[in-house]
């Protein structure tokens, strides 16, 4: 299972995205297959890994920053939020 689908089957996830309106369709794990495929690889029951979800809302895109706890054995995922951030979008260049 993705990590995006263990994270949203967690309803402090899915109130974080609350908080920042992020749809739960709208929001990017940055390099989860290359996360997910280190991971599986290693047999490891539970990692904990620093990670980058880019969230989109009517404001523009929010980084989200943090720890993941993930046990891909029991299909269980938790986010620890570090910091949010709002990005400016280049307006030059639109």
Known sequence: M???E????????TELLKQHSINPAD?????????????????EDVFKEMIL???HNESGRINLIGTIYCNFVKNIAVF??????RVKEDTANA
């Open 2 to 4: 993705p990590l995006k």
């Open 27 to 43: 929001f990017t794990i940055k390099d989860e297959g290359f996360i997910v495929s280190d991971k599986l690889l290693s047999k």
């Open 53 to 55: 979800i880019e969230g």
């Open 80 to 85: 620890e939020l570090e910091s949010a951030e």
């Open 6 to 13: 263990l994270l949203l089957n967690s309803s402090s996830f």
